[in-house]
């Protein structure tokens, strides 16, 4: 257990070490979630990385990474657990023929043989304890975000047929949202809160650096630069992290190592960085002239 | 009782940090932000575990503990360096064991005073900038939007200070709220009324006083704020069954 424990000093080692390149802020907020035993509510863009820094967090602790996405109408069958009913039939048909009665044929079709286990008993139900990543929870239902509250607060599960279950290991959670709904103020205060910004360019560089090898330091700067610029353009959606790793990895693959080097080339993979056919008509070639003008 | 009992503690936040926390919890609170105690009780318990009392790795712990929104996210910056950085200028000093970088922070200082409230007496210290944290704290609720809201999150165990609770409508307009309002409200945390709160701390450190010194039963009732002897006689008897005299023959031979 004492070795798993981040200090506030070697918790961006530890984070760099697994290929995430951490500011201070997240790396303080992922310390004291270990400290103080909260859950961390990320908010932010679509891109900006959230996601990643639950990634992280389970390769520093070398944690299973349990994943629950959320949609509209997600309930608790789909988060929690289901019964296996298929399976359920199969075994009633079978005992049936055997001369079983009906009560111990019911009493065995509700053991845990038959039970599903969905993304949040399992994030309970572990030995070691896991990262359980609460994706776009703005995105589920407020009675969802209440019970939600309740796991996260008791970290036991009521199962009518089965009793309660409680928790082995209280996993480390990590939830996001996109901000399309206001979330609760109980589930907020519940969490700790970090903004996920766009990172700087000085960090998207090294992060350019981190994840596609061999790119050239001067260039990895460059992009980031050029990535900084466009995400100022009036876009309807500014390209993310993910982008910008794509189209660095597509320069890379075509060998340049400067972008003044070839401007169509150029102006061509950059629609790397592009998502919308709306978006994709404001940039012109022109636009990214004088972009490059600017950041090369 | 709760505010001896924290007083008393001793845990490794020293008095000033604790106060000058929650005084910053409150100018949070004024500021529209959701701060309550266990978020401030949390931050205090990552200072004794940390000891992150520098304001470069004291800000994102606190950053990340008392916001809740984006909104909380943006500001926090500007409130935090205006309250620990500006005014708090000779605590964080003190606290840090370093200068804090350029001389600015002394002209901010200056600034804040007079939004203070209570300017005057810059040199006695302590006292001094947790009384400014509050008053500000008091006069962002009165801006604030809703006042039901600062109601609810008022966290009476940790701002009140005995002495103070003698004057309910002061303190009661300092938190912004109309004294019926305050009194209702310090019923419910405390249960009892405010006056009655404050002769009951009064009697608890007579009693401690009688135990563990020498002084006369007169000056132990001056020294607690009781204005003659035989006031403090009978309200110490209805309170704890026995005259202070031979409260003391019976324990303070022991200490």
């Given at each position: 257990?004492?070795?798993?424990?981040?200090?506030?000093?070697?918790?961006s080692?530890r984070?760099?070490?697994?290929?995430?390149?951490?500011?201070?802020?997240?790396?303080?907020?992922?310390w004291?979630?270990?400290?103080?035993?909260?859950?961390?509510?990320?908010?932010?863009?679509a891109?900006?990385?959230?996601?990643?820094?639950?990634?992280?967090?389970?390769?520093?602790?070398?944690?299973?990474?349990?994943?629950?996405?959320?949609?509209?109408?997600?309930?608790?069958?789909?988060?929690?657990?289901?019964?296996?009913y298929?399976?359920?039939?199969?075994?009633?048909?079978?005992?049936?023929?055997?001369?079983?009665?009906?009560?111990?044929?019911?009493?065995?079709?509700?053991?845990?043989?038959?039970?599903?286990e969905?993304?949040?008993?399992?994030?309970?139900?572990?030995?070691?304890?896991?990262?359980?990543?609460?994706?776009?929870?703005?995105?589920?239902d407020?009675?969802?975000?209440?019970?939600?509250?309740?796991?996260?607060?008791?970290?036991?599960?009521?199962?009518?047929?089965?009793?309660?279950?409680?928790?082995?290991?209280i996993?480390?959670?990590?939830?996001?949202?996109?901000?399309?709904?206001e979330?609760?103020d109980?589930?907020?205060?519940?969490?700790?809160?970090?903004?996920?910004?766009?990172?700087?360019?000085?960090?998207?560089?090294?992060?350019?650096?981190?994840?596609?090898?061999?790119?050239?330091?001067?260039?990895?700067?460059?992009?980031?630069?050029?990535?900084?610029?466009?995400?100022?353009?009036?876009?309807r959606k500014?390209?993310g992290?993910?982008?910008?790793?794509?189209?660095?990895?597509?320069?890379?693959g075509?060998?340049?190592?400067?972008?003044?080097?070839?401007?169509?080339?150029?102006?061509?993979?950059?629609?790397?960085?592009?998502k919308?056919?709306?978006?994709?008509?404001?940039?012109?070639?022109?636009?990214?002239?004088?972009?490059?003008?600017?950041?090369? | 009782?709760?505010?001896?009992?924290h007083s008393?503690?001793?845990?490794n936040?020293?008095?000033?940090?604790?106060l000058?926390?929650?005084?910053?919890?409150?100018?949070?609170?004024?500021?529209?932000?959701?701060?309550?105690?266990?978020?401030?009780?949390?931050?205090?318990?990552i200072?004794?575990?940390?000891?992150?009392?520098?304001?470069?790795?004291?800000?994102?712990?606190?950053?990340?503990?008392?916001?809740?929104?984006?909104?909380?996210?943006?500001?926090?910056?500007?409130?935090?360096?205006?309250?620990?950085?500006?005014?708090?200028?000779?605590?964080?000093?003190?606290?840090?064991?370093?200068?804090?970088?350029?001389?600015?922070?002394?002209?901010?200082?200056?600034?804040?005073?007079?939004r203070?409230?209570?300017?005057?007496?810059?040199?006695?210290?302590?006292?001094?900038?947790?009384?400014?944290?509050?008053?500000?704290?008091?006069?962002?609720?009165?801006?604030g939007?809703?006042?039901?809201?600062?109601?609810?999150?008022?966290?009476?165990?940790?701002?009140?200070?005995?002495?103070?609770?003698?004057?309910?409508?002061a303190?009661?307009?300092r938190?912004?709220?109309?004294?019926?309002?305050?009194?209702?409200?310090?019923?419910?945390?405390?249960?009892?009324?405010?006056?009655?709160?404050?002769?009951?701390?009064?009697?608890?450190?007579a009693r401690?006083?009688?135990s563990?010194?020498?002084?006369?039963?007169?000056?132990v009732?001056?020294?607690?704020?009781?204005?003659?002897?035989?006031?403090?006689?009978?309200?110490?008897?209805?309170?704890?069954?026995?005259?202070?005299?031979?409260?003391?023959?019976?324990?303070?031979?022991?200490?």
């Amino acid at each position: 257990m004492k070795d798993m424990s981040l200090s506030r000093e070697n918790i961006s080692e530890r984070l760099a070490a697994v290929g995430y390149v951490a500011d201070r802020d997240i790396a303080t907020a992922l310390w004291l979630m270990d400290y103080l035993k909260r859950p961390l509510l990320l908010e932010g863009e679509a891109g900006v990385g959230k996601t990643e820094v639950a990634k992280a967090l389970a390769a520093v602790h070398s944690a299973e990474l349990i994943r629950l996405q959320c949609y509209e109408g997600l309930d608790q069958n789909a988060a929690l657990y289901e019964w296996n009913y298929q399976r359920q039939l199969l075994a009633i048909k079978t005992r049936e023929g055997l001369g079983e009665d009906a009560d111990a044929i019911e009493e065995h079709i509700f053991s845990e043989r038959y039970l599903l286990e969905r993304p949040l008993l399992a994030a309970i139900r572990r030995d070691k304890p896991p990262v359980l990543l609460i994706d776009e929870v703005d995105r589920a239902d407020e009675e969802f975000e209440a019970f939600l509250l309740e796991l996260l607060s008791d970290f036991q599960v009521s199962i009518p047929e089965l009793g309660t279950v409680k928790a082995t290991a209280i996993p480390r959670v990590v939830l996001t949202s996109n901000g399309t709904r206001e979330l609760s103020d109980a589930l907020r205060r519940r969490c700790l809160y970090h903004y996920v910004d766009f990172p700087e360019v000085d960090r998207e560089a090294k992060i350019v650096l981190t994840r596609v090898p061999g790119i050239d330091t001067a260039l990895a700067l460059q992009i980031a630069r050029m990535v900084a610029s466009v995400r100022k353009e009036d876009l309807r959606k500014a390209p993310g992290v993910a982008e910008t790793l794509d189209w660095a990895a597509t320069l890379a693959g075509l060998g340049i190592h400067d972008l003044r080097q070839e401007p169509e080339a150029l102006h061509e993979t950059m629609m790397c960085l592009i998502k919308t056919r709306e978006d994709r008509s404001r940039l012109t070639s022109e636009v990214t002239e004088r972009l490059l003008g600017k950041v090369a | 009782m709760a505010v001896a009992a924290h007083s008393r503690s001793g845990d490794n936040v020293g008095e000033p940090m604790r106060l000058k926390l929650t005084a910053f919890a409150h100018t949070l609170r004024g500021n529209g932000f959701k701060v309550g105690l266990a978020e401030t009780a949390d931050a205090l318990s990552i200072l004794v575990m940390s000891a992150a009392d520098k304001p470069a790795t004291l800000e994102p712990a606190l950053r990340a503990l008392f916001c809740a929104t984006r909104s909380d996210w943006e500001r926090f910056d500007e409130i935090f360096e205006a309250f620990w950085l500006a005014r708090g200028i000779r605590q964080a000093r003190v606290l840090a064991g370093a200068a804090p970088e350029g001389a600015a922070p002394v002209r901010a200082l200056k600034d804040v005073g007079p939004r203070g409230g209570k300017p005057g007496l810059p040199d006695h210290v302590e006292r001094r900038q947790d009384d400014g944290g509050y008053s500000v704290d008091g006069r962002g609720k009165r801006e604030g939007a809703s006042r039901a809201e600062n109601l609810a999150s008022i966290d009476l165990r940790y701002i009140v200070n005995p002495e103070e609770i003698r004057d309910a409508h002061a303190l009661a307009e300092r938190l912004a709220l109309c004294p019926r309002q305050f009194t209702r409200r310090f019923q419910q945390e405390f249960g009892s009324s405010p006056a009655s709160f404050v002769r009951r701390m009064r009697l608890d450190e007579a009693r401690q006083r009688l135990s563990s010194t020498d002084c006369s039963v007169e000056e132990v009732a001056r020294s607690v704020g009781f204005s003659d002897g035989d006031n403090f006689r009978r309200a110490f008897e209805r309170c704890f069954h026995v005259a202070p005299r031979e409260y003391r023959g019976r324990f303070a031979a022991k200490a």
